[in-house]
């Protein structure tokens, strides 16, 4: 859950009024006979929560159903995108690109909100939280509209704005990259082999429990204003607040996966944020004093840097065929959502303000990302030690390695 769908949330709930709706149902109570007894009440009462899930939870429901479903294929899809034109050692910074949205949105989505929340109540007759939707909806189908005409299709179909000598290069980059060509030379049994296989590869697996754990670890995000807000502040200070740590997590994340590529190395980028983001816990665990938590804040914010560095790590472990490499960047993105699920029930609110238990958790799934991601490693280095000896024992020149 995002900081403005919270925002929204909050701006719903002051839309019905809870209290005053609360306060007509105790002066109903105290005079049932207008709805023919006590008995005939509940009976009323019954049929008018039947309505209430079919009109507000069911919609609800089907609309966040449907929206999901049409977006699901996004994030993947832009992932093996990039994988399809960068090479393994250009793949992070890309990455780092490509979810800086996020992070962006996480450090100015909950201000934007409030602003949206306090200012366009009863405009046109809607209530703010409409306004909401509409708005940031309305962006979001602009933004679509135009990645119509502005994303490239893969280097082999490309010819439109690329001449033929570019499209040579950009195909004879990836070959390089992987030893082996990235269609014809892969795809010999077709796009259901590469989803079996991908289903069938113990890797595959590995890599969405451990993005899951990480999932969990990060819960955090959407509940970042009100950890926030136990700062002490008003409302409008405490989302002033959430902007610098996200801004810091922003920067933290483009040099950690630069200096990645740069030096063809994935899991300590992955491990040295994760832990960062521990000692930030650990911080929240044991005090309450202001600037410490506001500390601890930035600590958590910045194992994002982590969690972007693991995605181009997925792309560079699974390299060929492209359909299984498609199928394993969904799969693992779309089991990953698992975290999501539990890590609402991660912040309830009866354990703030300190959130110790819920900080608890979260050291824990970090480091139990941390083992899963240093089993990985060891798994693919000795994947690159039998391909270094079969090499020297053929007297063939160095092919690919993984990253580890």
Known sequence: MSPKSTA?????????DLEDVMSKEAQVYEGDEEFGGPEARKQLERKLVRKLDLRIFVGALLTR??????????????????????????????????????????????LIASGILDGMEGKLGHAAWRWLFFIE???????????????????????????????????KRMVEDAGVGDESETESGGQVHGLLMAITDWKVWWLALTLTSMVVSLSFNA??????????????????????????????????????????????????????????????????????RYVSLFLMAQSYAGFITFLAWVSNSIPRPPSKRAVALALINAFSQLGNVAGSYVWPTGWGPSYKNSYAICIATNGLTIVMCYVFKKHLDSLNKKAEAKEQAEGRPKGFRYLS
Do not use: Q
């Open 8 to 16: 929204s949330i909050r701006s719903k709930a002051e839309d019905i």
């Open 223 to 292: 509940y970042f204003p009100t950890l926030s807000a136990t700062l002490g502040y008003n409302r409008t200070v405490t989302l002033l607040l959430c902007a610098p740590p996200w801004a810091f997590s922003t920067l933290v994340a483009f040099a950690v996966t630069r200096h990645s590529d740069k030096v063809g190395e994935r899991f300590y980028h992955i491990a040295a944020p994760l832990l960062f983001g521990i000692v930030g816990f650990v911080i929240a665990i044991s005090t309450m004093n202001t600037a410490a």
């Open 65 to 110: 159903f449907f929206l999901g479903f049409v977006e699901a294929a996004f994030f993947p899809g832009a992932l093996f995108l990039l994988s399809k034109w960068y090479t393994r050692k250009e793949l992070g910074v890309r990455t780092a690109l490509l979810s800086c949205g996020s992070l962006i949105s996480n450090a100015f989505g909950s």
């Open 137 to 171: 909806g309305a962006l979001t189908i602009l933004a679509a509209v135009c990645a119509i005409f502005i994303l490239p299709d893969f280097p082999a179909t490309s010819s439109k704005w690329l001449s033929d000598i570019e499209v040579r290069l950009a195909e």
